[in-house]
């Protein structure tokens, strides 16, 4: 199993206190559709059993709103959440809820560079965790998510995302394959 100590031991790192004994640095995790909401609750229950150090830490939020408070708690949003506070232990740490159900998921990987780029002090390192097979994206739209990363690259901010959890993702057919979108050379692909 997949732990923060067994991250801490891969990794030789410390949780039991910030490091340098500060806070610097900001963290985020991209969160999309309306039910993509994490529980604050859950993340000290996890910190409680797995990263008792951590225990009273807490995760804001950049844009949207998050409605984690209430039965509508995802498992993928507090999975994302608990484990990017792991990963990057006493680091300021927010999330971007991105909901509009009525545009595609490559619109609102756009707008969420939109949001970013106009904010003064965004967090330098946003995972996105979401991704969706296809290969018939505007280009247009495409080209503009490419740009904004740039954007945010120039401004020292890292976007991670994973590559599919399904591996190469093929038509219905099964004769051609289809990249994760968004596939693009401005962000570091993390495969599982």
């Known amino acids: 199993a997949v732990t923060p100590e067994t991250i801490y031991a891969t990794y030789q790192t410390d949780s039991s206190k910030p490091v340098g004994g500060s806070r610097l640095g900001a963290q985020a995790v991209i969160e999309y559709g309306v039910m993509a909401n994490f529980n604050e609750a859950d993340l000290q229950q996890f910190f409680t059993e797995l990263d008792p150090a951590q225990l009273g830490e807490t995760c804001g939020t950049a844009y949207g709103n998050n409605d984690g408070e209430t039965a509508h708690a995802s498992v993928e949003a507090n999975l994302d959440v608990q484990y990017m506070m792991a990963a990057g232990p006493f680091v300021n740490t927010s999330t971007y809820k991105i909901a509009e159900p009525t545009v595609g998921i490559e619109d609102q990987m756009l707008d969420y560079a939109y949001i970013v780029g106009n904010q003064t002090d965004p ?22 998510f490419n740009y904004e990363l740039q954007k945010m690259a120039a401004r020292g901010i890292t976007v991670m995302l994973a590559s599919g959890d399904n591996g190469v993702g093929c038509d219905a057919k099964g004769t051609t394959q289809e990249f994760d979108f968004p596939s693009s050379p401005y962000i570091t692909m993390v495969g599982a």
Not at 123 to 136: A, F, K, N, Q, R
């Open 123 to 144: 967090p330098l390192v946003h995972s996105i965790s979401y991704g969706e097979y296809g290969g018939s994206y505007d280009n247009a739209t495409v080209q503009r």
